[in-house]
């Protein structure tokens, strides 16, 4: 080897596992991992493409410049899908398990990725998993509304102006997932999560999210989470938004 020839480094990539259970049939289940049309209702804002083995699937969130394609290595529908995407020059394979308990279904999630970004995958899959949730309860075509802005500081003062923001304006949150983001209800059929992201220290992207599956009008909720995402910009948030 010339001793001028240097080795990228490319980082170890470990699983993480996360094993929940929904109130739907198993069938249900997996055509809302699997069906564009349902991934768009709750996992992305547009879905594409086919989830058959050797096909790929394209996800995308326009209101926050991004895209992912996942390239289907395994489908055995209702029972198992996994996939594979390039991250951050990486290559991530995540994929699901579904078992049957009773009336609901059992899912193991897993999903393998550099060890130091367990945490944040971890809680961003258990955000996705809280929309799924209200997703397959309520059904239909999503409304959604994003807000989005950036914020300085560390990560836990940024999330610490988002969480006193959620509770002072939208009540207390149903999942705190500390410095990653939260989630929680406005109305039975309205549901909100609020993102933080790292950029470039110490800047931070923050997202809001609105949605709903019922014929509410969010944008009369607008006001509030911009606001909301305004004081949590910047200092910590006092008054009420009426």
């Not at 945490?119 to 996705?128: D, E, H, K, P």
């Not at 019922?214 to 009426?242: C, V, W």
Request: glycine share 8%; with cysteine.
């Amino acid at each position: 080897m010339s001793p001028n020839c240097q080795w990228a480094s490319v980082p170890a990539v470990e699983a993480l596992t996360i094993e929940t259970q929904l109130s739907a049939p198993r069938d249900a289940v997996y055509r809302a991992w699997t069906d564009p049309s349902m991934l768009a209702s709750w996992l992305c804002e547009d879905a594409s493409g086919s989830a058959r083995a050797g096909s790929v699937l394209e996800l995308s969130w326009p209101s926050l410049g991004q895209n992912l394609q996942l390239h289907v290595e395994i489908a055995e529908p209702p029972h198992r899908l996994q996939v594979s995407a390039r991250v951050a020059g990486t290559v991530q394979t995540q994929g699901i398990v579904l078992r049957d308990r009773g009336e609901s279904t059992g899912v193991e999630l897993y999903h393998q990725a550099p060890k130091e970004q367990h945490r944040g995958i971890a809680n961003g899959w258990r955000l996705r998993l809280f929309v799924l949730e209200h997703f397959l309860r309520w059904g239909g075509e999503r409304g959604i509304e994003v807000v989005a802005g950036t914020a300085l500081g560390t990560e836990t003062a940024v999330y610490d102006r988002l969480a006193e923001a959620a509770r002072l304006h939208l009540g207390e949150p149903a999942l705190q997932l500390m410095p990653d983001g939260l989630c929680g209800r406005i109305t039975d059929g309205v549901i909100y999560v609020l993102r933080r992201f790292s950029l470039a220290a110490p800047s931070h992207l923050l997202a809001a999210q609105l949605m709903s599956w019922q014929d509410d009008d969010l944008k009369e909720l607008r006001p509030t989470m911009e606001s909301l995402i305004e004081h949590a910009s910047t200092d910590a948030p006092s008054g009420a938004i009426h």
